[in-house]
């Protein structure tokens, strides 16, 4: 939880505006949250003013969770994503490589224990990118492993990775902070959910969301039923979607 939060909550703030005409302040109704995530977005006030409205949105307080029980989430089923808001400057939206069209692959999941339960495996990542030699990936460089066949780019930070959604012509991976981002940039996207959350509530209908099905089970600690639901789904659904949502976007 974080940065994929964080986007999810510049679209309550996108709503709150619309109402009230005027930036609103995210957090806790006395101190205000700031993440990098808004930088530049004018819906946004960075600190509270005399009469500002409040998004109530912070670490242990998202518009998505009902509850927290000692060992999971508990997901509001009524809860459905929207796009969120990403600005980038001029400068941003050309960060990158110069290359022609290329898909932004990302295999890792965070170290949190309960990522392990999103976490479809570098194996099968690295799968997808041999059975597909026809397109060119690149993945942001977080940490110092890499795929094989996959261009790393150095980044400083998760700005750089918005500038790199920005660029894609599609982004696949795991249910985090860059499908949140590709939503907001208006990216197509493919997404392998595991048995976490669930794409009923936290996916976009813009996006190919691979996921087994199951009921969400919000575990924190790694999971047998998650496990199963991440061996559901194979390369060949995650290399199908791909080429299908290239196709798709070329018509
Ligand atoms: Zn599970």
Known sequence: MGFGDDIITTSVVKRAFQKINAPVCVGDGNRSHYNEVFRNNPKIAPVPYKGVQWVHSYKGNRPYIERIEKDRWVYKPDFRAEPGEIYLSDDEKRFGPSVGPFILIEPDTKTAAFSKN??????????????????????????????????????????????????????????????????????????????????????????????????????????????????????????????????????
Not at 168 to 196: E, I, S
Not at 211 to 236: D, Y
Request: a positive charge; one cysteine or more.
């Open 118 to 251: 999103k976490n479809w495996g570098r194996e099968r990542w690295q799968r997808v990118v041999n059975a597909l030699p026809q397109y060119k990936f690149l993945r942001m460089r977080v940490t110092g492993v890499g795929l094989n066949n996959v261009d790393d780019v150095p980044t400083t930070g998760i700005r750089d990775g918005f500038s790199m959604v920005h660029r894609c012509r599609l982004f696949v991976g795991t249910d985090g902070a860059l499908h949140h981002a590709a939503a907001a940039l208006g990216r197509p996207a493919v997404v392998v959910w595991g048995g976490l959350a669930s794409p009923v509530n936290l996916g976009y209908s813009t996006h190919i969301n691979l996921h087994a099905g199951s009921p969400p089970c919000g575990s924190l600690m790694p999971c047998v039923h998650c496990t199963f639901e991440l061996e559901k789904i194979t390369v060949e659904m995650v290399c199908e979607a791909i080429v299908k949502a290239i196709d798709g976007a070329r018509t």
